[in-house]
């Protein structure tokens, strides 16, 4: 697997209920981050855990991270159909003197009204 | 309102003749990044910038051009020699080289006729 690599690829819901996106990672990290994508349109920052932080709340979003699994995941709760984008989580970690931030392929959620 | 702005948002090219994106920020970032997504894909680094008259290569910069004169500019020329630049083209800045959110502009989508 890739370094931030999410899991599903998509997932089709109703509104109202929870959507759960995984995202799992190879090597250690500085922090993970999750972005929002609308079809056809930049990426914006939802939220940002550190390598020492388990959890992080922002409104309706649970980010979780388990750095003894390498992975995190990301929770929406009472989705509503604008919730429906594309989801990406990134990788932030140092390698090789630099700092980078590696992007995963995404999750496709529909939320159906 | 403080952002990144790109143009143009969709640009056509015949194959063989060099294109430069533009883009332009006011948030005062010292980094600024270049990022390409192709359908179903993640981000992909193609050139980033800390601070201005030095940039550096991502993963993927065969083909493209950067030039950073100013803080607030990153332009990014696709040249001919890039075998297949139809792509979405996403730019980014942040307050410091990977260090925490990244800001999106919007995007510009690039055919090759």
């Known amino acids: 697997s890739q370094q931030g690599e999410e899991d599903p690829q998509a997932l089709s819901i109703q509104e109202g209920e929870n959507a759960t996106m995984n995202c799992s990672y190879k090597?250690?990290?500085?922090?993970l981050q999750w972005y929002r994508q609308n079809s056809g349109r930049g990426l914006v920052h939802l939220i940002l855990i550190r390598s020492n932080e388990r959890e992080k709340h922002s409104g309706r979003l649970r980010v979780t991270l388990d750095t003894s699994k390498k992975s995190s995941s990301l929770l929406i709760t009472a989705s509503r159909a604008a919730d429906t984008a594309s989801y990406f989580c990134a990788t932030g970690l140092r390698t090789g003197g630099y700092n980078k931030l590696i992007f995963g392929a995404g999750t496709r959620l529909a939320v159906h009204p | 309102d403080g952002g990144i702005t790109q143009s143009p948002k969709y640009l056509f090219r015949k194959e063989g003749q060099n294109v430069t994106l533009s883009c332009e920020q006011n948030?005062?970032?010292?980094?600024m990044y270049w990022y390409r997504q192709d359908p179903g894909q993640g981000l992909r680094l193609i050139y980033y910038?800390?601070?201005?008259?030095?940039?550096q290569k991502g993963d993927i910069a065969e083909g493209y051009s950067v030039s950073r004169e100013k803080k607030e500019s990153f332009p990014l020329t696709v040249t001919s020699a890039q075998k297949n630049p139809t792509a979405f083209y996403l730019c980014a800045s942040s307050i410091q080289e990977y260090t925490g959110e990244l800001f999106f502009g919007e995007g510009s989508r690039l055919t090759v006729l």
């Open positions: 090597t250690s990290i500085n922090n």
């Open positions: 948030l005062n970032h010292d980094a």
């Open positions: 910038s800390q601070i201005v008259n030095d940039f």
